[in-house]
């Protein structure tokens, strides 16, 4: 018995043993008690397809994963918690997350993630906290968090947001906490939060809200904890704030210098309410709030005389603890709020009072606040007007002249669809408030110099759909922070650079559907835009580009498309080494030369060639590529080959379809290629006619190919960096010219462009 049982206790620990081992990585750590793995700062490019499928949690910290392939984590159907910072994520696959049902805490800070797509979470059914700060968001798709369901708190803090669409969070029913702080969100949509039924705390501090997006608020009627500090608002109308259950509310260090007596009246709860470091110097007491015990005004230029007296008394009888100091006059400066005796908050009489307070201005550099009567607020004929919203709006109303006389507070103007012809110099005298101003649809044929004058704050201008020609080089004089300018649908023969070289803060510039022909240095002159960072040509009559017309250190996004344009530009694009994106679909490019993206490639993320009748990519079309390119789409041309591809090792997108490539020998290495890529690539044969229509990756005809044949050779090369490229080329299989039976004689190939460093501004801080 004692002999069976020593062979049953060998037999047992050799079986044991090396299983454990190899369920554990090497570069891992494995606790089998608490079912944890650790792999922190291995410098892991994929997530180790070895560890234990029961494992709970794993840590992959400090790794470089870059991205999230489909199916990432089949293999661990068991974890609850997944820690993904500083991984140097890109971005995330429809799908990486599928498997994991069980999966309650998922940690992605500190990556570099641009955007949440629609697929991006599917699959974590049971995630109740989701962390992505610190990453380069600059949009939410509707729909990216569908699946989430059972989230408690979502992070989206220090990202790049400014805008938040409708049905951003649709699908967060049991949400409590929302961190979307240390962005740079200035507008958000009506139903931004619709659906967040079980929102309980907002934190939007941090961000450039210059008004209170009532709209978006109403919808929070659960929501208990608002904090919106750090934003410049500079005014909260009447019933600004409707949410019935909240008690705490943060609008300290904002830009408040006014505040209406009823802009709480629809937060009966709120006990706690911060309005400390604005620039108040005078309160009425609050009508609504009957909970209130604490208001904070501390950091605010408070004057204390007769006219604090109200909010003084109120605070006394409600049991409202005051806090902050008089600002003056100087026999009270720096007494706490709650401790002035009601005596001592006095006014003269009214020529005393105003001899009184330019006394103290004189000695103190304070004047005492007088109350003003509350304006009337006036609206032009056939508009209306939102004054709390601060927008107005004269759409479809007939109009022949621009009407004059909104409130002064007016942010966003809506005049589209009337038939205003020409706008005459001055023609928005009193609107030096608009940040966003609407002429699309408005027949304009003419604006004369100095139409936008005195719109220093305009942000965003909207001429689109009208019957523009030419524009003055005043036309946007007196307005320069004009950063999106949304010219398309005119009838532009050029672009109209004098007038564009009065906007030094442009960023965005719309110019598709218009009748431009060519681009000239003296047209766009990029040197007198400094910001501008996205440029959209598309639906032009464009067919050539002229050397030193597209020259720009910081322009990332050029749009192409729909023009006539029979070659690649290369050389007008040597000059924009931080191209990011590049559209050329449907212009009649008939073959892609070599070498003819070498000056962005160092930059190019993006590039789309759909539709161009595209009979040829030659070989080293693609030069250069490999080290940016995460999305090609050479869609609905005339290929029947394609370049090698494999030197394109980040990519994330590649649509091949409707090419009628010809399924031979020649294509095993896309083939090849394709079965060793984690992306989904769809290509279609169009020949020989028996295979027409059948999926690349499916049809059988290179099993016949020649294993060792030149082209397979190829492929299977994976030696040292320096022996990749050399395989040698039988004499049958070399190139020849249609002239005779000559070897084609290649160039030797372009040499390899260097990223050249550039100045980085503000505004890329901003958007970048």
């Known amino acids: 018995m004692a002999l069976l049982a020593l062979l ?8 044991t043993v090396p299983v454990e081992t190899s369920k554990c990585p090497s570069v891992c750590s494995c606790d089998s008690k608490t079912l944890s793995v650790s792999c922190v700062g291995r410098n892991l490019k994929q997530v180790p397809p070895t560890i234990d499928e029961i494992t709970v949690k794993l840590d992959l910290r400090n790794n470089a994963l870059e991205q999230l392939p489909r199916g990432a984590f089949l293999h661990t159907p068991y974890l609850t918690h997944l820690n993904l910072q500083r991984c140097n994520i890109m971005s995330v696959k429809e799908g990486a997350f599928r498997a994991l049902g069980r999966l309650v805490s998922l940690n992605l800070a500190f990556n570099k993630i641009h955007i949440l797509f629609q697929e991006s979470f599917d699959g974590l059914s049971a995630l109740k906290e989701l962390n992505l700060e610190h990453n380069r968001l600059e949009e939410i798709q509707p729909g990216a968090f569908m699946q989430l369901g059972s989230l408690n708190l979502l992070v989206l803090t220090h990202n790049q947001l400014v805008y938040i669409p409708n049905m951003a969070f649709q699908g967060l029913h049991n949400i409590k906490w929302l961190h979307l702080s240390h962005n740079s969100i200035n507008n958000l949509a009506a139903e931004a939060f619709a659906s967040l039924f079980a929102l309980a705390r907002l934190s939007l501090d941090h961000n450039e809200l210059q008004f209170f997006p009532v709209q978006a608020m109403n919808r929070l009627r659960e929501v208990t904890r608002l904090e919106l500090s750090h934003n410049p608002m500079i005014y909260l109308g009447e019933e600004s704030i409707i949410m019935p259950k909240l008690t705490h509310l943060h609008l300290d260090h904002m830009s408040l210098q006014d505040l209406s007596q009823q802009a709480f009246s629809g937060a009966p709860l709120l006990s706690v309410l911060d309005l400390s470091y604005n620039q108040l110097r005078h309160l009425e007491p609050l009508s609504g709030p009957k909970e209130l015990s604490s208001l904070d005004l501390t950091g605010n ?10 909010l003084r008394n109120w605070a006394r009888t409600r049991g409202v603890k005051l806090q902050g100091v008089c600002s003056g006059p100087p026999h009270l400066a720096d007494e706490p709020l709650g401790m002035v005796a009601a005596v001592d908050l006095r006014c003269r009489s009214r020529g005393g009072e105003m001899k009184e307070e330019e006394e103290e201005e004189g000695t103190a550099g304070r ?6 009567a509350k304006p009337i607020i ?6 209306q007007c939102d004054v709390e919203g601060q927008h107005a709006t004269c759409e479809g109303r007939g109009h022949t002249k621009v009407p004059r006389g909104f409130p002064a507070k007016t942010q966003l103007l809506d005049l589209r669809s009337n038939s205003f012809h020409h706008l ?6 009193g609107a030096a408030k608009v940040l966003s101003l609407h002429l699309e649809n408005c027949s304009i044929q003419e604006v004369e110099s100095g139409a936008f004058q005195g719109m220093k704050h305009l942000y965003y201008l909207y001429l689109s759909d009208n019957l523009l020609t030419f524009l003055e080089a005043g036309a946007f004089a007196g307005a320069p922070q004009l950063t999106y300018l949304h010219l398309e649908g005119n009838r532009l023969t050029q672009v109209p650079g004098p007038a564009l070289s009065q906007l030094p803060s442009l960023f965005v510039l719309h110019l598709e559907r218009n009748n431009i022909s060519t681009l000239q240095p003296s047209g766009l002159m990029t040197s007198m835009m400094p910001e501008l960072r996205e440029l959209y040509l598309s639906n032009n009559s ?17 749009h192409l498309a729909w023009n006539r344009l029979n070659q690649v530009p290369t050389r007008a694009l040597s000059k924009t080494p931080n191209l990011e994106e590049l559209d050329l679909s449907q212009n009649p490019v008939d073959v892609v030369g070599p070498g003819a993206f070498l000056p962005i490639s160092q930059s190019l ?10 009979r040829k990519l030659s070989r080293d079309a693609l030069s250069g590529l490999g080290s940016a390119l995460r999305a090609l789409t050479v869609r609905g041309n005339q290929l029947e080959e394609l370049p090698d591809l494999r030197p394109l090792k980040h990519l994330e997108v590649l649509d091949l379809e409707e090419n009628p490539l010809r399924c031979d020998c020649s294509l095993m290495p896309l083939h090849r290629w394709m079965e060793n890529v984690s992306l989904e690539v769809s290509a279609t044969c169009g020949h020989p006619p028996e295979l027409q229509g059948h999926l690349l990756k499916d049809v059988q005809v290179f099993k016949s190919c020649p294993e060792h044949s030149p082209l397979s050779q190829e492929v299977k090369v994976q030696g040292p960096p320096q022996a990749r490229g050399k395989t040698k080329v039988s004499k049958a299989t070399k190139p020849r010219s249609k002239a005779g039976n000559k070897p084609v004689q290649r160039k ?3 040499p390899r462009m260097t990223k050249k460093k550039t100045a980085v501004s503000k505004r890329d801080v901003a958007f970048n």
């Open 8 to 15: 049953v206790l060998v037999a047992t620990s050799v079986l």
């Open 367 to 372: 004047s005492a606040p007088r109350p003003t």
């Open 424 to 429: 005459p110099s001055d023609t928005f005298k």
């Open 605 to 614: 993320k993006r590039l789309h060639m759909d539709h161009m009748n595209m």
């Open 378 to 383: 006036k609206c032009p004929a056939r508009c």
């Open 301 to 310: 230029p408070v004057y204390c005389n007769c006219y604090l007296r109200p």
């Open 542 to 558: 464009l067919m050539a580009i002229t050397d030193g017309s597209l020259d720009s250190a910081f322009l990332r996004t050029l």
């Open 748 to 750: 030797p190939a372009a």
